[in-house]
């Protein structure tokens, strides 16, 4: 292997350096930067009207920004063309697709867009339609339809797959499925930048994770990192006869040992670790941005 194709490997397969967007005189993104590396799964996390979108819509090549500096697969989003495009899979919030066609003659057809695309009985299978592969769009369940556009966006064999709010809409089992999917799709080095607002869904899927809010970066790390040490620190809850009693701890297998010492089996006795919702919930709370949510969505 060359030097050069070394150094292609080791590049990061998206990098975003001081991103700035202004809607008129508003800023929607106020300085992110960050790097998604190749086989990578990143979410991107954060409250309603964070900048979550505008970040994703600015790196599909579909937004302009106002300033700093974005690369995917190599190339300026703002210059990506056709043969560019076809390195991603974008599944978006609302795609729509609700036409007269099956679920397997849409993917035929835009298979044929791709240069190298996945086996249509696959992808099928894939995402769990088989039951429903010959059953016009508009027939389908939204949790349905939301499978349709998941396949959509893997039907190209994507380098880079872009994922907002996969699974709304899905129920528990659906949602179980779709996340093997995802894992699949990791395997085979897919780099994956996922948006939702479950995060049990993130932290099972993610490698990493930013967390945006108000145009801003406010913390990004690995999912068992995030937030910092202080923040992961477990809690052993138990009850006494004054009420429920809580300690956080390092140690809590001492603690344990301590109230089995003193008064043998603790009565409701749970050792907590704090959950990346715990965390996020937390450091938003920190950075104060609890009054976005209360925007007029335009
Ligand atoms: P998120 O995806 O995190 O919910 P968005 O990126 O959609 O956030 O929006 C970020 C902010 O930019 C919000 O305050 C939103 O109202 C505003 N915004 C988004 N799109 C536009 C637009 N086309 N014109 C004006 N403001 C917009």
Redesign the pocket.
Known sequence: MTTSANHQERSPHVSVRDLRKQ??G?V?LDGVSFDIEQGETFALL?P????????IEVLEGYRDRSGGEASVLGVDPHRGGIAWKARLGIVLQNTGESGDVTVREQLSHFAGYYPNPRNVDEVIVGVGLETKENTLIRKLSGGQRRRVDVALGIIGRPELLFLDEPTTGFDPEARRQFWGLIEGLKTEGTTILLTTHYLDEAAYLSDRAGI?AGGRLIDIGRIDEIGGAEARVPIVRWQDASGVQERRTTTPGAVVAELVAAGGEPRGLEIVRPSLEDVYLELLSANDHSTQEL?P??
Do not use: H, P, R, V
């Not at 309603?48 to 970040?55: E, P, R």
């Open positions: 809607y008129g508003f929607a954060g309603n009207g964070a900048g979550k979108s505008t970040t945006i925007e969505s335009l």
